[in-house]
């Protein structure tokens, strides 16, 4: 007898300008980088539910707290099927985890989409996002729905929390440089850090206002392909990022480098406290210039046309 099974590809993504205030309901701006990815895949097993990753081979439920979030997507999938057949979930792809390239709502909405198609129940798109988002809030404590709607997205994703994803299909004409840190971020430290900084302060609140205006304008410079103002705002978000404490040594280090060595603008992406760096650069020369320089402070990166 053949086994059941389900498989569905996940690309990743990175925030250009946003992170932190979109989650105050201010706008962001994010792509999904296609070229990483990855693949979940559900099929029949003898039990009990089973989940096969890089870091964590074993039973679902048995799986340590940062798995919560995939806990509750496969619970909510089997429910939905009223199935209690057990599965093994087994993720195979090149995201590096917790570094603001999206891994969490990746995987949260690998495991819907591949599980909606085991058990054939054609959920519409609204319930599969807001399956994946509620993994998102359960994996951060308090998410935008950005990242759900980028990792679904082929396209530059435009987002405000009340009006939802606007696909945005204009060209900059830059080169954007993504580098690895190799430090995990940690996202829900992060929110959680800001939060408290908002919860006391009424500057704190200001900068978040000022990093919501900031998207509103990056957006305008890049629909006018003005990538030298686009690169200026990058600058202008690093230093408010950088003043809630989100930033390191070596994100520090890295936009030293990326400024002198030509870069137009640079900011850390995502939750921050490590992860991902991008800058924007004229082109694919001056970008790999940057990345040559700042080899022995990376794990990897990589260049896209933006």
Known sequence: MVKMKSSFLAHGKVILIGEHSVVYGYDALAMPITALHIKTTVEETDGPVYMNTAHYHGPLFDAPANYDGLKYVVKTMMDKASSTDNVKITYTGEIPMERGFGSSATVALGTVKAMDNYYK????????????????????????????????????????????????????????????????????????????????????????????????????????????????????????????????????????????????????????????????????????????KSKDLISNYWIEEV
């Open 121 to 292: 129940l054609n959920l519409s798109n609204s319930e599969i996002m807001d399956i994946t988002n509620h993994a998102e809030m359960i994996n951060h404590g308090k998410a935008s729905g950005l990242d759900a709607a980028t990792v679904s997205s082929d396209y530059l994703v435009f987002f405000n929390k009340e009006i939802g994803p606007q696909k945005l299909q204009a060209k900059l004409g830059a080169t954007l440089l993504i580098m690895d840190t190799g430090e995990l971020g940690n996202t829900k430290e992060a929110v959680t850090m800001v939060r408290h900084q908002l919860d006391e302060s009424v500057e704190a609140n200001k900068k978040i206002e000022r990093l919501g205006k900031l998207a509103d304008n990056f957006k305008a410079a890049w629909i006018k392909q003005d990538k030298k103002t686009a690169g200026k705002i990058f600058n202008d978000a690093e230093e408010i990022l950088a003043s809630f404490g989100l930033a390191t040594d070596k994100i520090d280090q890295l936009k030293t480098i990326a400024l002198a060595n030509g870069a137009l603008g640079f900011k850390f992406s995502g939750g921050g406290l490590g992860g991902i760096v991008i800058a924007i650069c004229d082109n694919r020369e001056i970008a790999q210039q940057i990345a040559d």
